[in-house]
Nanobody, 124 residues
């Protein structure tokens, strides 16, 4: 069974850090583009970051550039999203997704598999 499971979300104060994990089972992440998306209440799902399957090329939305870092550990079949200097506007449910052929990295439609999401709340 193909499955993606996110973890690492929680409540953090502004300026704090969190590291999200996306663990895959039932398939190997090596051959997939992995994206992180987020969705706040009343807003559309937004592409935050992604990492390619082979070259390690990465993409970051302007809103998180310089604060978030995506990485992958193929041996652990896991992708991470390190988030620093968190702001209240980063509050959302964060999802990871996997796709084999992704041209528009920020588009949810390009991805085949999705996790269930993990809540990140940035508040004092």
């Amino acid at each position: 069974q193909v499955q993606l499971v996110e973890s690492g979300g929680g409540l953090v104060q502004p300026g704090g850090s969190l590291r999200l994990s996306c663990a895959a089972s039932g398939f190997t992440l090596d051959y997939y583009v992995i994206g992180w998306f987020r969705q706040a209440p009343g807003k559309e799902r937004e592409g935050v970051s992604c990492i390619s399957s082979s070259t390690g090329w990465t993409y970051y939305a302007d809103s998180v550039k310089g604060r978030f870092t995506i990485s992958r550990d193929n041996a652990k079949n896991t992708v991470y999203l390190q988030m620093k200097s968190l702001k209240p506007e980063d509050t959302a449910v964060y999802y990871c997704a996997a796709g084999t052929t992704v041209y528009r990295v920020h588009s949810p439609l390009e991805y085949d598999y999705w996790g269930q999401g993990t809540q990140v709340t940035v508040s004092s």
